[in-house]
């Protein structure tokens, strides 16, 4: 009986190890969360395709629901024909639709040339919020 306890004790030491490398590799997720913390990608809503980051964070338009990016990743189509934006807050705007490569569907605009007050617009790639996803 004696002789089991005692192998029993050898066990629980062991087991104090593992805890102790188990606490190592916590310490080392802990790092990883950081860097996920790191710069946000931005998906497109449907197919989950890539199109841009934070890193490229130009701003946002809450009353509008956009946000801007001065970067765009290829999965992103920049329409070849512009037209007059039709929403009455952006009238006389000239626009590009943005679609998604993967699923074609409507993710934003680029506003290609804008009345002196959407100045801080153009050239910006705006995206819809809730065509996309961070
Ligand atoms: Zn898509």
């Known amino acids: 009986m004696a002789g089991k306890m005692k192998v029993a004790d050898d066990c629980s030491y062991k087991t104090f190890s593992v805890c102790e490398s188990a606490?190592?590799?916590?310490?080392?997720?802990?790092?990883?969360?950081?860097?996920?913390?790191?710069?946000?990608?931005?998906m497109c809503g449907k197919c989950k395709l890539p199109i841009g980051d934070s890193l490229s964070w130009a701003g946002s338009d809450d009353e509008q629901?956009?946000?801007?990016l001065k970067r765009i990743t290829d999965n992103v189509f920049i329409g070849k024909e512009p037209f007059v934006s039709g929403t009455r807050k952006e009238?006389?705007?000239l626009v590009v639709n943005l679609t998604c490569r993967g699923c074609c569907s409507e993710l934003?605009?680029?506003?290609?040339?804008?009345?002196?007050?959407l100045d801080?617009?153009?050239?910006?790639?705006?995206?819809?919020?809730?065509?996309?996803?961070?």
């Open 91 to 93: 009238l006389g705007c």
């Open 23 to 42: 606490a190592d590799s916590s310490s080392t997720r802990v790092e990883e969360d950081g860097e996920s913390d790191g710069p946000a990608v931005f």
């Open 108 to 117: 934003g605009i680029m506003y290609i040339s804008t009345p002196k007050k």
């Open 65 to 68: 629901n956009q946000i801007m």
């Open 120 to 134: 801080y617009k153009r050239s910006l790639f705006c995206f819809n919020v809730e065509n996309i996803e961070r």
